[in-house]
Nanobody, 116 residues
Framework: QEQLVESGGGLVQAGGSLRLSCAASGSYGGIVVMGWYRQVPGKQRELVARITDSGSALYAGFAEGRFTISRDNGKNAIYLQMNSLKPEDTGVYYC??????????WGPGTQVTVSS
């Protein structure tokens, strides 16, 4: 019943753009926070951006000014617009959901590859 489905990953040249999508199914209680994390080669999994059900967004330093997270509560989905992509952005991007401070759900991950 509860799952996250991701799409939008792929191959892009440096300086290009990609838009990731994450659709959540099921019902959730309490405050729902959704966001994107990424795992790049040689580094720990890190937060990219997150957004609350009221629309408040938070970005990692490397994403500030380049990435934009948005939310469509009617469609129960979030999006990540990524511009000015760099080769170091290459990695697996995971959608994340946290409900009521207790329930946590991860998407399967979508590959983003940026060529130089």
């Amino acid at each position: 019943q509860e799952q996250l489905v991701e799409s939008g990953g792929g191959l892009v040249q440096a300086g290009g753009s990609l838009r990731l999508s994450c659709a959540a199914s099921g019902s959730y209680g309490g405050i729902v926070v959704m966001g994107w994390y990424r795992q790049v080669p040689g580094k720990q999994r890190e937060l990219v951006a997150r957004i609350t059900d009221s629309g408040s967004a938070l970005y990692a330093g490397f994403a500030e000014g380049r990435f934009t997270i948005s939310r469509d509560n009617g469609k129960n989905a979030i999006y990540l617009q990524m511009n000015s992509l760099k080769p170091e952005d290459t990695g697996v991007y995971y959608c994340h959901l946290r409900a009521g401070g207790v329930w946590v759900l991860w998407g399967p991950g979508t590959q983003v590859t940026v060529s130089s």
